[in-house]
């Protein structure tokens, strides 16, 4: 939870604080503005199933500090970033660490807790994700109006101290020493066809759109890669993507299913302040808290479904029911608009999208852990979560186009960076581009309730397995090594 909180926090406070620094560092415009973004969530992507795998190898203790070790390097490299290149490298840097959080965490809880037990632990790591939400905006306004830019990065340095100090006292998992041989090939052909593939992805919402060249070129290079992956790996020693986790009936329906939500969730959470800010004029701080609605959802559900799959054994109606109030929250926020019953209905709505998340989400990591062989356990995990991460990605681009379409010809693309500017702008054009937005953004949620629907269909081809209860460490028979910190 510590090493999560720290991984948490850092994202949601930097967003806020971005265009601030941005301002402060100077050099670069737009592209470099892009570039910080981006960079770190090409690295966080790609180092995800690789510290999954190297998890399974090495041990989870020591996977753990390593990557809670480079996110406090990469806060000390962005905190004393004198230019915005140096600072897209150390952001890039971060991303490393942060991925590998983000995998370790849902790996090491499998580890101690019996998927049985499980539900009693998820309402705890999710209100982490929820309180960081929040406070990231409100730290990061504070930050920004009244210190450098640079305490953004180093207000965390203390949360990652604190979980390295408990990682190394408490975190005592047994490990079994395994004499293997490493997919060298597979890892490269893995980190580069993620990391092409997300290049492509930012380049079509950013820099270049969909018909340019280095879109088309680098688009190429991905599906070159990705396709050399899946033929690599079948003929592997000890292939990097176990190809026979895709033959597994829970991963084939829980992995597609958390995507297309992950999409859905991140596509409000990424236009709802952006409609807020734009169509209603409220503040970058004040729009953040409005999304405080769908965290609210997620924890409730999730501690709600934690408990009840605790007690009953029984996960399979939870996704079911959580897309169908998915789809619910959806067909609600693709009806908000600028008067208070609009914004009231758009609030209802995230907090369906939040319940959606919470009932899904962690019956999804349970299902699909509680599902493979305990081998397997790491690299299962962190590619459930390396999809999550790439549903986000892809549906903010698409539906980023699917945005700039709509606003094509109304709305300057310059005041998607400062969309407070459109309420002061003179009339007629304020009306018109205040109505333009609301229009454009409330038909992107239209659009993605299709995505919400497909989710459902899912949810209902998947099949339940009893529980295990007993937890992954209590399958290895060798005992602790503590001289490996394992």
């Known amino acids: 939870m510590a090493a999560s909180f720290l991984s948490a926090l850092n994202g949601s406070i930097v967003s806020t604080a971005l265009p601030e620094i941005v301002s402060k560092i100077g050099g670069g415009g737009t592209k470099t503005y892009t570039w910080v973004i981006t960079a770190y969530l090409l690295t966080s992507t790609t180092a995800t199933p690789l510290f999954g795998k190297f998890s399974d190898l090495y041990g989870r203790k020591r996977l753990t500090q390593i990557a809670i070790s480079i996110f406090l390097l990469g806060l000390v490299f962005c905190a004393l970033a004198p230019s915005m290149p140096i600072l897209v490298a150390a952001r890039a840097f971060e991303g ?32 982490v994700f929820a309180v960081a939400g929040v406070l990231g905006p409100l730290v990061g306004g504070v930050i920004v109006d009244n210190f450098s830019w640079r305490w953004i990065f180093t207000v965390n340095l203390p949360f990652g101290l604190v979980a390295i100090a408990m990682t190394q006292k408490y975190l005592r998992l047994p490990m079994t020493r395994r004499d293997t041989s490493i997919d060298v090939i597979g890892a490269l052909l893995l980190v580069s066809g993620i990391g092409s593939s997300i290049l492509t992805i930012s380049w079509v919402s950013g820099e270049y759109g969909w018909a340019s060249r280095p879109t088309l070129v680098m688009g190429c290079i991905s599906v070159i890669l990705i396709s050399a992956l899946f033929l690599w790996e079948p003929h592997a020693d000890n292939p990097m993507l176990p190809m026979h986790l895709f033959k597994n009936h829970t991963v084939q329906t829980m992995v597609p299913m958390t995507t297309l939500i992950s999409a859905a969730m991140t596509l409000v959470s990424s236009f709802m302040p952006l409609f807020l800010q734009a169509v209603t004029g409220i503040s970058p701080t004040k729009s953040g808290l409005l999304l405080v609605p769908m965290m609210l959802g997620l924890t409730f559900s999730s501690t709600l479904v934690g408990r009840k799959v605790t007690a009953t054994g029984h996960y399979r109606k939870w996704p079911i029911m959580g897309t169908a109030m998915g789809i619910f929250g959806l067909t609600l926020v693709s ?25 899904s989400f962690p019956t999804s990591t349970t299902a699909i852990q509680n ?23 892809i549906s903010v681009a698409v539906y980023g186009t699917i945005l700039n379409a709509q606003l094509s010809g109304t709305v300057d693309p310059k005041l998607l960076r400062a969309p407070r500017k459109i309420n002061v702008l003179p009339e007629p054009s304020r009306t018109e581009a205040i109505n333009a937005m609301s229009h454009a953004i409330t038909t992107v949620f239209r659009y993605a309730i299709p995505m919400m629907v497909i989710a459902f269909l899912f949810s209902l081809c998947v099949k339940e397995l009893p529980l295990r209860t007993h937890a992954a460490y209590q399958d290895t028979d060798s005992a602790p090594n503590d001289a490996d910190g394992n």
């Open 96 to 127: 490393i660490g942060s991925g590998g959080i983000m995998a370790m965490t849902f790996v090491v809880i499998a580890d101690i807790v019996p998927p049985r037990e499980r539900g009693r632990y998820v309402g705890a790591f999710t209100s």
């Open 335 to 359: 009806f908000i608009s600028k008067s208070g019953l609009g914004i009231g209905i758009g609030l209802v709505g995230m907090a369906f999208i939040g319940f959606c998340s919470g009932a």
């Open 371 to 393: 599902s493979v062989d305990i081998r397997d356990l790491g690299v299962a995990s962190s590619t459930a979560q390396l999809c999550r991460s790439l549903g986000s990605v």
